[in-house]
């Protein structure tokens, strides 16, 4: 894989940290409250890979009104708390960038979550220090996935083409993101179906990050 690729762009939420579950926890727990009638699956599969601040205007379809004043700062408080307590690396992580230091790429983080929820995440995980500086997050950018924003900020400050990143990604949305930057994007399918991922147009699928590691000391 070296010929083609000097750079890898890791998206963060499913990817590096197993934070979905419990993000998709709150969030379905306070679209209940206002009272959606939706399970966690289901909140899973609408809201998974995008960003709660951009989708208001389908909650508040999903509940029949306006969301309250402050209803998301509170579910970004509670979404941290949560977090903090529970997250847990994905599988294999490690692995994935021993691999990619031992064989001479170059890596960043492109998130569409803040870069305050990485902190959180990739910190409690132990992650974080292997990743700075190059953690990018929609904060830092105008528009978040499906845009290429944040992947091209990340490319841009590693200082490499975005024709010669490989991305991976584990959403539809940020596939899209991935590919409309210019960039080569493999899907991880650990929460996925990989149908969804293939049909954004992931070059590959895989649902087990030592098959990636492989992939990377070819």
Not at 127 to 150: I, M, N, T
Not at 188 to 203: E, K, N, Q, V
Request: hydrophobic share 40%; aromatic share 6%.
């Amino acid at each position: 894989m070296r010929p083609r690729f000097d750079a890898i762009l890791f998206d963060c939420d499913g990817v590096l940290v197993d934070s979905e579950p419990t993000t998709c926890g709150v969030l379905c727990t306070m679209l209940c409250e206002l009272g959606a009638n939706i399970s966690p699956d289901e909140t899973m599969r609408r809201f998974i890979g995008k960003s709660v601040r951009e989708e208001v205007t389908d909650i508040e379809a999903l509940i029949g009104q306006p969301i309250p004043q402050g209803w998301y700062q509170q579910f970004m408080r509670r979404r941290d708390e949560a977090l903090a307590e529970s997250v847990q690396a994905v599988a294999g992580i490690d692995s994935v960038l021993d691999a990619a230091q031992a064989h001479g790429f170059v890596h960043a983080v492109a998130s569409g979550a803040d870069r305050g929820k990485m902190r959180i995440t990739l910190g409690r995980t132990g992650l974080l220090d292997r990743l700075q500086p190059h953690v990018y997050g929609a904060d830092q950018v105008e528009r978040s996935k499906p845009h290429p924003d944040v992947y091209l900020l990340a490319a841009r400050g590693l200082g490499i083409d975005p024709a010669r990143c490989l991305v991976i990604e584990d959403t539809p949305t940020g596939t899209r993101a991935g590919l409309a930057a210019g960039a080569t994007v493999l899907g991880y399918c650990g929460r996925t179906d990989p149908r969804h991922l293939l049909a954004a147009g992931a070059s590959m699928v895989f649902d087990d990050m030592a098959r990636l590691a492989e992939l990377l000391r070819q």
